[in-house]
T-cell receptor
């Protein structure tokens, strides 16, 4: 499974965009890039996933580098409810979580 | 549609006791997994199953057993609880679609071993 590198923590002002980076330089050609987040005292929840092309959904956008060795999760307007730990997981079937990025949203 | 249901939500065990953490899903998912999360850490995979009757080990399987007799249920057994197994346990189920998968997690079981 591909190793990932994410910042331990990031801060954002409320209503501002947030770009959460992830390096996954050992990703295999068939691995999708998944992003999950974990709100305090809850189980992780799905955010978005992609393979090669950039992806958008109601929660976020995912920008994938052309060489697929890195990706960026974009929250277009951070809210206080977005404060969570965000995990980047390149994988096929099984999920191996790293330590993720703890996002703090400042009112 | 209940999703993934874990019971109990909280449990305190004495060292050496055994118990079973229950996990049930009603989404007919093939894949089910168990994770543990220690304070300040990410989730670590304990065991997983790709279908009824099939299980395999994850990153940290020692001290835990699993079985998968039905699609819906995936219990996790602690054979002889140790303080090092104090953690929050999450169960997940997932489907596979065109080479990828989306996992749905339960709310967790907070286990303390004294």
């Amino acid at each position: 499974d591909a190793k990932t590198t994410q910042p331990n923590s990031m801060e954002s002002n409320e209503e501002e965009p947030v770009h959460l980076p992830c390096n996954h330089s050992t990703i295999s050609g068939t691995d999708y890039i998944h992003w999950y987040r974990q709100l305090p005292s809850q189980g992780p929840e799905y955010v978005i996933h992609g393979l090669t092309s950039n992806v958008n959904n109601r929660m976020a956008s995912l920008a994938i580098a052309e060489d697929r060795k890195s990706s960026t999760l974009i929250l277009h307007r951070a809210t206080l409810r977005d404060a969570a730990v965000y995990y980047c997981i390149p994988t096929g079937n099984q999920f191996y979580f790293g330590t993720g990025t703890s996002l703090t949203v400042i009112p | 549609n209940a999703g993934v249901t874990q019971t109990p939500k909280f449990q305190v065990l004495k060292t050496g006791q055994s118990m079973t953490l229950q996990c049930a899903q009603d989404m007919n998912h093939e894949y089910m997994s168990w994770y543990r999360q220690d304070p300040g850490m990410g989730l670590r995979l304990i065991h997983y199953s790709v279908g009824a009757g099939i299980t395999d080990q994850g990153e940290v399987p020692n001290g835990y057993n699993v079985s998968r007799s039905t699609t819906e249920d995936f219990p996790l057994r602690l054979l002889s609880a140790a303080p090092s197994q104090t953690s929050v346990y999450f169960c997940a189920s997932s489907y596979q679609d065109r080479g990828t998968t989306e996992a749905f997690f339960g709310q967790g079981t907070r286990l303390t071993v004294v």
